[in-house]
């Protein structure tokens, strides 16, 4: 599985992005994409997932309510689409496939997912 993150940018502070991951390879062996992000000095971090049985959708507290992942099955695209932006999202976006044998409690480990795309620099400008 080849994944390709794209979308980033500068944006000023309530402002808007949205994030395609697209896929090619052996996708139908996925059970799930996800996004993360790490900001500048810091560790990596979960931001959302979609897991594609039953289209449950989970989110960071940072995030939820503002972020929304979605999927295009024909395109073989996942998006981020980011509402009201804030200086603190500032990070590079990567997304990555989602192991079929995770279980819900390890949904937003890093270790649990698998392929990841090359990574999409976001600046939110203040």
């Known amino acids: 599985v080849q994944l390709q993150a794209s979308g980033g940018g500068l944006v000023q502070a309530g402002g808007s992005l949205r994030l395609s991951c697209a896929a090619s390879g052996r996708t139908s062996s996925r059970s799930g994409m996800g996004w993360f992000r790490q900001a500048p000095g810091k560790e990596r971090e979960f931001v959302a997932v979609e897991r594609w049985s039953g289209g449950t959708t989970y989110y960071a507290d940072s995030v939820k309510g503002r972020f929304t992942i979605s999927r295009d099955n024909a395109k073989n695209t996942v998006y981020l689409q980011m509402n009201r932006l804030k200086p603190e999202d500032t990070a590079v976006y990567y997304c990555?496939?989602?192991?079929?044998?995770?279980?819900?409690?390890?949904?937003?480990?890093?270790?649990?997912?698998?392929?990841w795309g090359q990574g999409t620099l976001v600046t939110v400008s203040s």
């Open positions: 990555a496939a989602l192991n079929p044998r995770t279980i819900l409690s390890e949904i937003t480990s890093e270790d649990r997912y698998e392929y």
